[in-house]
C-alpha cells in the first residue's frame, strides 16, 4: 500500500470528483421504523447478529466501504466514534455493502484494497481501526433492509432499537472544516433521554450499486464506437 501521506493528500480532490450523492436520503428506511436483523461476517472471522449489541443503549451502524473516497475520508472519525463512546453503551458497528462484482475498475483506482472480506481486513489492519466492520456484499440483505442510499450512511438506534436518526456523520468531507457533528448529536441526545433535534440529513457520498444493477451493466451490450477507414496512398506505403 502507499504511505498514508500519499494516498490522503489526494483524497479530497478525488473526492469532490466522483462522489455522485449529496441529497437528503430518498428511500432510505424511516425514522421511527425498528432494526432490521442482520447475520454478517467480519474481518475478526466471526459472525456478527443484531442481537449481539442488545445490551448497548445506543446503536449506530454506518454503511462505509473500502474504495469510495468519501468512506476513506471518514474511516478515522468512525474510529473516533467508537473509542469515545463504546465506554458509554454505544456500540458503534460499519457494514460494507459493496463487492468486487458492483465496483468497476475505476471505481478501485481509488483503492489499495478489493472489495472483498479479505480487503477489508487489510484495509483494517493498515489503519489501525477497532470498531466492528462487517461484509454484506455476498447478497446486500442488509443493505436492502436498511434501504442504504451512499457510503458512508449512518443510523443510530435507541435503546427500543427504534431509528432516531439517519444520514451524515458530521457536515464536511474535510475533517478541519466540520462545524455540525450530527451523528454525535443524535448519540449524545439519546444517552441523555432527548429527542434528536434533527433526525434525518443529507448524505454526501458514493451512490450504492446493487447486485442486479451491477449485472444489467456487464450484460449491456457497449456502445459501438465509429471508426474511420482511410485508404493509404502510393507514398504512404512507401515510406
Known amino acids: 500500500m502507499p504511505t498514508p501521506s500519499r494516498r490522503l493528500s489526494i483524497l479530497p480532490i478525488l473526492a469532490l470528483a466522483a462522489l455522485g450523492c449529496a441529497q437528503p436520503p430518498p428511500d432510505t428506511l424511516a425514522i421511527g421504523a425498528p432494526a432490521p436483523a442482520f447475520s454478517l461476517p467480519g474481518v475478526d472471522g466471526a459472525v456478527h447478529r443484531l442481537e449481539e449489541y442488545a445490551g448497548a443503549a445506543v446503536l ?7 474504495h469510495c473516497p468519501a468512506s ?9 466514534l467508537y473509542r469515545e463512546y463504546r465506554d458509554r ?8 455493502p459493496s463487492s468486487d462484482r458492483t465496483v468497476t475498475a475505476r471505481d478501485l483506482a481509488f483503492s489499495d484494497v478489493p472489495e472483498s472480506l479479505a480487503g477489508m481486513a487489510e484495509r483494517v489492519r493498515y489503519r489501525g481501526l477497532e470498531f466492528p466492520y462487517l461484509y454484506d456484499g455476498e447478497a446486500q440483505a442488509a443493505t436492502a433492509a436498511f434501504k442504504v442510499v ?7 438506534f435507541d435503546k427500543q432499537r ?7 456523520i458530521d457536515d464536511s ?3 478541519g472544516r466540520v462545524k455540525t457533528r450530527d451523528a454525535r448529536a443524535a448519540i449524545d441526545a439519546l444517552l441523555s433521554g432527548q429527542s434528536v433535534a434533527e433526525p434525518s440529513t443529507p448524505v454526501v457520498g458514493c451512490p450504492v450499486t446493487r447486485i442486479a444493477d451491477a449485472e444489467r451493466r456487464a450484460d449491456a451490450p457497449s456502445p459501438a464506437s465509429p471508426v474511420t477507414v482511410t485508404s493509404a496512398g502510393r507514398s504512404e506505403l512507401q515510406a
Open 150 to 156: 451512499a457510503t458512508p450512511q449512518i443510523y443510530i
Open 60 to 66: 449506530a451502524v454506518v454503511f462505509t466501504c473500502n
Open 89 to 96: 453503551s454505544v456500540a458503534v458497528v460499519a457494514i460494507n
Open 162 to 168: 427504534t431509528l432516531r436518526y439517519v444520514g451524515r
Open 72 to 80: 476513506q475520508l471518514y474511516e478515522q472519525r468512525i474510529q473516533q
Open 173 to 175: 468531507l474535510d475533517a
